[in-house]
Structure formats: structure tokens, C-alpha cells
Antibody
Framework: QVQLVQSGAEVMKPGASVKVSCKAS????????FTWVRQAPGQGLEWMGW????????NYARELQGRVTMTTDTSTSTAYMELMSLTSDDTAVYFC???????????WGQGTLVTVSS | DIQMTQSPSSLSASVGDRVTITCRAS??????LAWYQQKPGKVPSLVMF???TLQPGVPSRFSGSGSGTDFTLTISSLQPEDVATYYC?????????FGPGTKVDIK
């Protein structure tokens, strides 16, 4: 069965960077992309961007351009999302999700809480 | 960028009631509209895409309609397990923006 298992919760200082991993199993990794979505406490869903696991092509949300980097490692079937120059506004649960190609992710990771606090 | 709005922001209905949620795009998005369900404390899950194509396993009491800029999600007979926040999302082109969500409760 399809599974996406994310790395554990992180507490970061303002200005630092965080890298969240998402290990996939149960399907052919390169046949799908990954969407990353975040959710601030008590807030709605925010689309962060997308990466193709086939060729590494990316598409980032305009507001995060320059601060976010999404990558994949086909040897370990793992996707990564790195966010730099963190502020308290980046405190959120970060989700990875498998994207079949229509920008409608069908399987989601369990979420990773990133807390930015001095 | 295209903005997505939803109404109402929350609603409370009785078990068995018909529930309708509206999603509006600031510009036309054709038929590229998806709905997600997020139960309290849980991960979001895809309910339907392309306006009305249900994900496997989603009960048939869920349906979608609309095109262009105005869309609806309907639950024909609300069940206790439908308590959740529902988000619409445009999926025609990036950015794949979500709506602000509609919280559905049981009265």
C-alpha cells in the first residue's frame, strides 16, 4: 500500500533552515510528483510547491520563491523540502503528498510540525 | 494570481440534511476544481477532482458541480463522519491555491 512517512517534529531558531523528509513506499517513485502543503496552527491549507520525481522539475509558490527548495532522491524514494530564513510565520505543520500529475494529491504524509521560536 | 473563496465559512446541520458548500474563483478555471476533507486533527484527503470525479472510496452522497468560476460541493445526507473542514483547490495551473475552508458540524 502507498505510504508517505515524514520526518519528526522540529524546533528551529529564527533565521535558521529546516529540511523535512518524506519517504515513499508502495508505488513506483518516479511515476509521480510531490506536492508540499503547510498549515499554520488553526489556519487553512497553503500550497507551497510541487516537484516531479521523474526529472526534478519544480514549481514554487511565489511567496516562497528564493526560500524554499524541493528535491527528490530516487535511490531512497525520498522527497525533501528545505525552507530557509525561518520566521515565526513559518510555524506550521508541513505535509508532503503524492501527486499523480493533475495537481490533486491523492496520498498524504502524516505531517511534520515545525516550530520557529527564539 | 487567481483567488479562491468559499461560503459559508462554517455551517451546522442535522444528520440527514442536504449540505451545500460554494467555492468561487476570481477568474475562470474551467473544470479544474478539487475538494479536500480534513477531519479534526487528521490529514487532508482528496474527495473529488475535475469538479465531480470522486476519489475511490468516497461515498456517493458527495457530489460536485459547476464550471468556470462557481462551484459547489453537496453532501446529500449529512452523516456524523462527515464532520470536517472542506477545502476547494484550483488545479488548472500553478499556483494551485486552496480556498479558506468551510467547517461542517452536526447540529
Amino acid at each position: 500500500q502507498v505510504q508517505l512517512v515524514q520526518s519528526g517534529a522540529e524546533v528551529m531558531k529564527p533565521g535558521a533552515s529546516v529540511k523535512v523528509s518524506c519517504k515513499a513506499s508502495g508505488y513506483v517513485f518516479m511515476n509521480y510528483g510531490f506536492t508540499w502543503v503547510r498549515q499554520a496552527p488553526g489556519q487553512g491549507l497553503e500550497w507551497m510547491g510541487w516537484i516531479s520525481a521523474y526529472n526534478g522539475q519544480t514549481n514554487y509558490a511565489r511567496e516562497l520563491q528564493g526560500r524554499v527548495t524541493m528535491t527528490t532522491d530516487t535511490s531512497t524514494s525520498t522527497a525533501y523540502m528545505e525552507l530557509m530564513s525561518l520566521t515565526s510565520d513559518d510555524t506550521a505543520v508541513y505535509f508532503c503528498a503524492r501527486d499523480p500529475g493533475g495537481a490533486t494529491p491523492d496520498y498524504w504524509g502524516q505531517g511534520t510540525l515545525v516550530t520557529v521560536s527564539s | 494570481d487567481i483567488q479562491m473563496t468559499q461560503s459559508p465559512s462554517s455551517l451546522s446541520a442535522s444528520v440527514g440534511d442536504r449540505v451545500t458548500i460554494t467555492c468561487r474563483a476570481s477568474q475562470t478555471i474551467g473544470n479544474y476544481l478539487a475538494w479536500y476533507q480534513q477531519k479534526p486533527g487528521k490529514v487532508p484527503s482528496l474527495v473529488m477532482f475535475a469538479v465531480s470525479t470522486l476519489q475511490p472510496g468516497v461515498p456517493s452522497r458527495f457530489s460536485g458541480s459547476g464550471s468556470g468560476t462557481d462551484f459547489t460541493l453537496t453532501i446529500s445526507s449529512l452523516q456524523p463522519e462527515d464532520v470536517a473542514t472542506y477545502y476547494c483547490q484550483k488545479h488548472n495551473s500553478a499556483p494551485f491555491t486552496f480556498g479558506p475552508g468551510t467547517k461542517v458540524d452536526i447540529k
